[in-house]
């Protein structure tokens, strides 16, 4: 019999702060926290605006680590999420029960701005100016390291690197992890900060939104960014229950493709999101009808949302239209490889709640779209599964379907 999969602790880092219970009720406020950068500049690029994680939310780094925040932020948000992933579950003294346990981390560039860094210095200094731990420190596998040596994770440390879908993909690695009876606890989900790359990026392609981001509005312009980490403490369920864990949600499968089409654009017709969406129903054993609200990419690109919304059609078929969507980025921005992670926390506390927030700037919805997009106030419903989807460049493909506590 196939080991079934429980979320026994949440963890998060966001715009909203570091408490989980700040984080939803931003989300149930349905308010963007997008606004001017304080801590970050690009020449470039003018008027910046993002969702940035208050000062002093996070933790301190360890004296062990190089304690420059601002080249040091992937580390210190995915540190903060796990720290507080941990003790809700109630495993952060549990050494007896981590030396084994899992981590597996989705991120997009890790320490990028280490890189950058580095560049600004190597123009003026030369290469004089780079030092032996350098490598170290911009490694993409560092933040899951250090992760794993502040908490005491003693069994695999993995990392998802597969652009803004590595959050729900490395919640489907460590869900395999568990299923298989690798490790008994997995601690798994996504960090990624604001990178010059991202914004000199986005702005040179003309994705990148004048302020506010408005996904499925007529008038969408473009993705506004955020940072920020999301952590879920997954287990099997004979686990959790032998431990006496609370119990928060199941997650019950995944499903992961790419759309082999462009490097950037997504497949118009969102072929690749529909056969991830088919797997993660089929692995979890639940039909269409069985989904009660759908956690959106919803970036609020024209092209991303239009192919999102055409694959749920597919799927869903004439029950599309009467399913509750929201997209968590237009309240945190676009967090990159934690954004799959960061609408898994949300699905379990709709679930928990049985209550699924709106969509933030969502005025016009796209009359060519015709689904149920949830605006302007929190909207409770009988819930019993959740459709979480993500994907990212490349044409990486990576959906969750999680359910109510088992």
């Known amino acids: 019999m196939q080991r079934r999969v429980v979320v026994t602790g949440l963890g998060t880092i966001s715009a909203a702060g570091a408490d989980v219970q700040g984080f939803w009720q931003a989300l149930l406020a349905g308010r963007d926290l997008i606004r001017p950068l304080r801590s970050f500049s690009v020449p470039e690029t003018t008027d910046l605006y993002g969702a940035e994680v208050p000062p002093d939310a996070a933790d301190a780094l360890p004296e062990w680590v190089d304690n420059d925040a601002y080249r040091s932020r992937c580390a210190q948000l995915a540190l903060t999420a796990a720290r507080r992933a941990l003790a809700n579950a109630g495993l952060a003294e549990r050494h007896d029960l981590l030396d084994e346990a899992a981590m597996v981390l989705g991120t997009t560039l890790g320490e ?37 040596s502040e908490c005491g994770l003693g069994g695999p440390v993995l990392v998802s690197a597969t652009a803004c879908a590595s959050g729900n993909a490395a919640l489907a690695w460590a869900y395999d992890l568990v299923v298989q009876g690798e490790v008994a606890i997995a601690l798994a989900g996504g960090a990624d900060t604001f990178t010059r790359l991202i914004y000199v990026g986005f702005a040179r392609m003309g994705a990148l939104a004048p302020t506010v981001c408005k996904p499925f509005d007529r008038n969408r312009n473009g993705v506004a960014f955020g ?12 686990h959790a229950r032998g431990r006496g864990a609370t119990i928060l949600a199941e997650l019950g499968g995944y499903g992961i493709s790419n759309d082999a089409y462009h490097v950037t654009a997504p497949e118009p017709n969102g072929t690749g999101y529909v056969r991830a969406i088919e797997q993660a129903l089929a692995k979890s054993g639940v039909t269409a009808s069985d989904i009660g609200y759908i956690c959106a990419h919803g970036t609020g690109t024209p092209y ?33 490889g934690s954004a799959g992670a960061l609408g898994a926390v949300a699905c379990v506390l709709a679930l928990q709640a049985q209550k699924v927030p709106p969509t933030a700037n969502l005025t016009e919805p796209d009359p060519e779209f015709g689904l149920d997009f949830v605006t302007g106030q929190a909207r409770s419903l009988a819930l019993d599964s959740c459709l979480n989807i993500s994907a990212g460049f490349g044409g990486f493909n990576a959906c969750l379907v999680l359910r109510r506590a088992p």
């Open 304 to 336: 991303n949302d239009a192919g999102e919304v055409r694959a749920i059609k597919a799927v869903f078929g004439a029950r599309a239209a009467n399913i509750p969507i929201s997209s968590p980025k237009s309240i945190l921005g676009h967090t990159n």
């Open 227 to 238: 940072e920020g980490a999301g952590m879920l403490v997954l287990e099997s369920l004979e």
């Open 112 to 148: 990028e701005r280490q890189v950058g860094f580095l560049s600004d210095h190597w123009k003026t200094e030369g290469s004089a100016c780079i030092d032996g731990g350098f490598v170290e420190r911009a490694d993409n596998h560092r933040p899951a390291a250090i992760v794993a």
